[in-house]
């Protein structure tokens, strides 16, 4: 089956179709999730998948999928997501989900018959554009309740609810996904790599050995606001200097004990915010991974042990809100080595690759064997207006997915 090879001109151009969709003023890409401009992706995907032959449905959760029967009902799923974060890039989700578009048309087109069933898939809201990471997945794999998106409001300002019904879904229905997804039997997911690692090295394939857990927090030094110009520095509970003391002592403590993991603080909020006041308050966000669930727990515990003695040091007071979890996953040997020999197989060169970034294969781990390729991300360049591919190493990373859904479909 070697052979059989996409049409790499039709998917390129409905990548440049996809990216005219949702185009944000400052040159990238704005497709949150159920936006106008998402709204308007997901009926051109709709239309995508029935031009193709195969049969279109949207789960409770808005998950949309398109399916190419086989001889038994269960299935082979490939895909990523379409939504974006605003003033994203073109390629990050889209690669997958039209990778694997082209895929199951290309099978369709040849009239091949398989024993399993082939499955797209696009989830929803993979970015957290609204209440957290991986929405839809989480909802398709049984990881959300009812009473955890019922309240919850976006990051946008309105509840959850009201954006959903906007889309004709319903808040309580989202956790219904889980009881109506198949049975799956692996998922398969392409994307690009988000670092720079591939193209350092000119390797085409990332073979994914492992996806990186998260421990999301949304934290607070809080100390006492005062005149910037009467307390002394010596009488201060500055919010500021304790979290810039924090910071500091605790990418140092990650960098000595926790190689390879990673600590940021990428939002930082002071109060009041004025320049002639002493910050009382510093509302920050604090991000920790780890390939390794055990070092993720130590980590989280020492470094929230760390924050909480530089308030008392200070005489300040200290507060975290868990946000996000996710764990560390092992792609299975079952998977990887298929890919491995596959890409073997079609002569291209690969190299195994870690992934810091979280994505949908990493839930859909939760109830079957997952795989993840990724494709070069020249400069490293993600979630932002100049991401860009190299065509011929997408046309690699498509023809791959493309070999390797055939064997799961057929064994």
Request: charged content about 25%; aromatic content about 6%; proline content about 5%.
């Amino acid at each position: 089956m070697t052979e059989l090879k996409i049409n790499f001109e039709r998917l390129w151009q409905e990548l440049e179709e996809l990216a005219r969709i949702g185009q944000d003023p400052r040159g990238g890409i704005s497709r949150p999730s159920f936006s106008l401009a998402d709204l308007e992706a997901r009926k051109w995907l709709k239309e995508k998948i029935e031009a193709a032959g195969l049969t279109y449905r949207q789960d409770s959760a808005g998950n949309i999928f398109g399916r190419l029967a086989g001889k038994t009902p269960q299935v082979v799923m490939a895909g990523s997501h379409l939504d974006t974060v605003v003033n994203g890039g073109r390629f990050d989700g889209s690669v997958g989900v039209l990778s694997a578009l082209e895929c199951l048309r290309r099978i369709k087109e040849e009239n091949l018959e398989l024993y399993r069933t082939l499955e797209l898939a696009s989830f929803t809201d993979e970015e957290g554009n609204l209440v957290g990471d991986f929405l839809g997945s989480r909802a398709f794999t049984g990881q959300l309740k009812e009473e955890q998106l019922k309240n919850a409001r976006t990051q946008f300002g309105p509840p959850l609810a009201e954006i959903v019904e906007k889309a004709g879904l319903k808040v309580e229905n989202i956790p219904l996904a889980a009881r109506e997804r198949p049975e799956i039997l692996a998922f398969l997911e392409l994307h690009i790599e988000q670092g720079p690692i591939l193209e350092e090295e000119e390797i085409p394939i990332g073979l994914v050995t492992t996806i990186a857990g998260k421990r999301y927090f949304q934290a607070t030094f809080v100390g006492r606001s005062g005149h910037a110009g009467t307390i002394p520095m010596e009488l201060r509970q500055d919010a500021f200097i304790s979290l810039a003391d924090f910071a500091l002592r605790a990418n140092q403590l990650v960098l000595r004990k926790y190689e390879d993991n990673t600590l940021t603080i990428g939002r930082v909020v002071l109060k009041p915010g004025s320049f002639s006041i002493i910050p009382g308050e510093a509302d920050f966000t604090l991000d920790l991974r780890s390939q390794n669930r055990q070092e993720l727990e130590e980590l989280e515990k020492e470094i929230l042990k760390l924050a909480r003695e530089v308030a008392a040091t200070r005489g300040l007071s200290f507060y975290q809100q868990l946000v996000d979890s996710t764990e560390p996953i092992v792609v299975p040997g079952s998977i990887l080595n298929r890919l491995k020999a596959l890409s073997e197989r079609l002569g291209y060169d690969y190299r195994l690759i870690s992934s810091g970034a979280g994505h949908d294969s990493q839930i859909l781990a939760a109830i079957c064997p997952v795989g993840l390729i990724f494709i070069p991300s020249p400069e490293g360049l993600s979630h932002v207006p100049d991401e860009k591919i190299n065509p011929s190493d997408l046309e690699k990373g498509a023809n791959l997915l493309l070999q390797a859904l055939l064997e799961l479909a057929s064994v």
